[in-house]
């Protein structure tokens, strides 16, 4: 009897090892060998996957490079074509002798018919979406043909607004496509609206498809939202204690999104780790990121605050856009929902307050049944759906419908929900305006500055570099954007009567100076709000272009701007800075005499006088300084570090300036 059941069980211990040899999933890649086309063009060229028909042009040297100058209105034209990708490929015998064969692209940007020797398995409509076809019965051993045809975003979104009216939405027709929305041009970034194979291409292949595996929450939250005396509170509380979030704003850190590789990722994550902030808030209007992105938030400790990819657009209602992002949703919820990082879902950027507070029912002149219609629309997918499909996929963290719950110009903003307050810059409000206007968690808040001068210096000529040059526009992207960072050099900086007599090297100098007093200083009100105050997320860490914008590095090297190191020190636990009491042009300054020795690794400085905002700057240098834009008290000696594998050549050349010698 002892014998029957030994022999039993080992029965089902071979049974249960078969099982797990037949659910085992075979991987082929399919990166290699590709080609692309202008649509029907005679000629093929080189094509790089993942990657993008920009980057794929660029490679071949058929479009100069649309960063420089203002190249990028020179590349429009790649907008309006269709483009052709095409690879062939044999299958590897362990892949071929399986039950089930799935081709699989992570990512198609973003219309795309796909061929396989000649036949036509896939017509995808969304970028963020995995697509999967079954294809065991039309691949062959040897020479497979694969061929994806992609048809111009742009034209396929005009061509549905144009079919749609007189009903309108507002308020760019890209709300049709389900495509990263930067990428038709945003006012700090580029309009390249490309195509391509974004992702990785591969065969996978089984005898018996792998179970899904239970999911087990990494992290538990609670987003508190209960009514006070003030209005209502609005903070995380991550495993049970309340967490003060510091952080900033996250859009693509390249308008290319496939060239950021891993340690592309980590330098600038780096950059948020070092400033001392523990959120980054994932912009609506980008990508849902590379694995490599959570993945290094996790091993950082940084949250996530995670958009869904909507952003200052109304959204069409039909059925296939909504049956297109319900799949969309449950793709990348599961996909990311292992990831500790991430705390939050948020349903779109700005769209709710945009519909109610920024006129577009009058700017579009929307008759009041679509206005309607476009509502209901809105409430079905960000109220309704989106949580209900959140979980339907296995995940219980926070959803919030919009962000922020209301906009600056309602009195409520200040005490519930989170806020995007933006009195400061688009309202040409004093950044001290916060001490009576700090809401209860300010996701969204910023000042803009200049690139950094070595970045002027990389996409211009001699010739552009005065502020009404062709070129210098094309890289500020902003509406009245000089306008409104000469109003506040005016304010906090300078004599209105001098800022049109600098030179682009001092203009710069002097944005970048002004974003840091701004940034330390609303900074600063915000932490001292605290517990009424949970959170602070500035507008933004990072460009995807060299450009005048509201972020805090800069897009070569990821080099911090000014405000970088403002940031750093306001993010403290340890110290808490004090604010500033006198505004930089209300100072008595004089000549610093600023002198300094280079010893080692270390540049060692010196000034006679009180010394504002000293700027180091070493030649070709792309890493970070300790500090930079620093006070300098007279007779003390101020020592910063630099890292010796980021310099071009063997010494340093430096080069000091101060306030001083700008304003004097």
């Not at 959570?294 to 091993?299: A, E, F, H």
């Not at 001699?462 to 506040?488: C, E, F, I, T, W």
């Not at 004599?495 to 944005?511: F, W």
């Not at 800075?577 to 006198?582: E, H």
């Amino acid at each position: 009897m002892k014998n029957k059941y030994t022999q039993f069980a080992l029965m089902l211990l071979l049974a249960f090892f078969v099982c797990r040899a037949d659910a085992q999933v075979i991987v082929q890649k399919l990166n290699a060998n590709w080609q692309f086309q202008e649509q029907d063009e005679a000629k093929w060229y080189p094509a790089k996957v993942p990657g993008e028909v920009h980057t794929d042009l660029l490679r071949n040297q058929l479009i100069h490079d649309p960063f420089y100058r203002d190249n990028e209105k020179k590349v429009q034209w790649v907008e309006r074509e269709n483009w052709d990708y095409k690879s062939s490929f044999g299958v590897e015998a362990r892949v071929f002798g399986q039950k089930q064969i799935e081709l699989v692209f992570d990512g198609l940007d973003t219309y795309a018919d796909v061929y396989l020797n000649g036949k036509l398995i896939l017509q995808a409509d969304n970028m963020f979406r995995q697509w999967r076809i079954d294809v065991k019965k039309w691949l062959k051993a040897k020479d497979n043909q694969l061929r994806i045809r992609f048809y111009s975003a742009q034209n396929k979104v005009d061509s549905m607004a144009k079919a749609d009216l007189p009903f309108v939405i507002p308020d760019d027709p890209r709300a049709y496509v389900r495509k990263a929305q930067f990428h038709f041009g945003w006012d700090w970034g580029p309009k390249l609206t490309g195509c391509g194979i974004w992702k990785e291409v591969r065969l996978e292949a089984y005898n018996q498809k792998p179970a899904e595996k239970p999911f087990v929450a990494p992290v538990q939250v609670e987003l508190v939202q209960k009514p006070d005396d003030k209005g209502s509170s609005f903070y995380f509380s991550i495993n049970g204690k309340p967490t003060y979030m510091k952080g900033a704003n996250y859009i693509p850190s390249d308008a290319f999104v496939t060239r950021m590789k891993k340690a592309d990722y980590r330098k600038m994550l780096m950059m948020a780790k070092d400033a001392h902030m523990n959120m980054l808030r994932v912009w609506g209007g980008g990508i849902y990121e590379s694995d490599d992105f959570y993945n290094l938030c996790d091993s950082l400790g940084i949250y996530v605050w995670q958009d869904f990819m909507f952003a200052g657009t109304m959204v069409p209602g039909d059925k296939h856009f909504i049956d297109n992002v319900r799949e969309e949703v449950k793709y990348q919820v599961k996909r990311l929902r292992h990831h500790k990082s991430i705390v939050v879902w948020c349903g779109n950027n700005e769209i709710d307050e945009a519909f109610n507070r920024w006129g577009w029912q009058s700017q579009f002149r929307l008759r009041p049944k679509d206005s309607v219609k476009l509502w209901q629309d809105y409430t079905q997918l960000f109220r309704d759906s989106i949580p209900k499909w959140i979980k339907e996929a296995g995940d219980a963290r926070p959803y919030v419908s919009t962000s922020p719950k209301y906009g600056w110009g309602v009195k409520t903003s200040i005490t519930e929900g989170d806020s995007h307050y933006w009195g400061t810059w688009w309202g040409g409000e004093d950044f001290e305006v916060f001490e009576n206007k700090t809401g209860r968690f300010v996701s969204e808040y910023g000042m803009q500055a200049m690139p950094n001068y070595s970045s002027i210096l990389a996409f211009t000529q001699p010739q552009d570099r005065y502020l009404a040059s062709d070129v210098m526009q094309s890289h500020q992207k902003a509406g009245n954007g000089y306008q409104k960072l000469n109003g506040y050099l005016k304010n906090y900086m300078i004599d209105e009567s001098r800022i049109g007599k600098l030179s682009v090297e001092d203009y710069t100098y002097l944005t970048q100076c002004v974003q840091y007093y701004g940034f330390k200083n609303m900074i600063l009100i915000h932490r001292s709000k605290e517990p009424y105050n949970m959170g602070t997320l500035l507008w933004q860490l990072n460009d995807c272009w060299p450009v005048a914008s509201w972020s805090i590095t800069d897009y070569y090297h990821r080099a911090p701007k000014a405000a970088w190191y403002a940031v750093k020190e306001a993010y403290r636990d340890d110290v808490r800075p004090a604010r500033d009491t006198v505004r930089p042009k209300d100072l008595k300054l004089s000549d610093p005499q600023i002198t300094y020795r280079v010893k080692g690794n270390q540049i060692v400085l010196r000034a006679k006088a009180f010394a504002k905002y000293v700027f180091v700057d070493i030649a070709g240098y792309t890493g970070k300084l300790s500090d930079n834009y620093f006070d300098l008290e007279p007779g003390k000696e101020k020592v910063i570090t630099f890292d010796a594998k980021d310099l071009v050549g063997q010494k340093p050349v430096v080069k000091i300036k101060s306030l001083w010698e700008v304003v004097r």
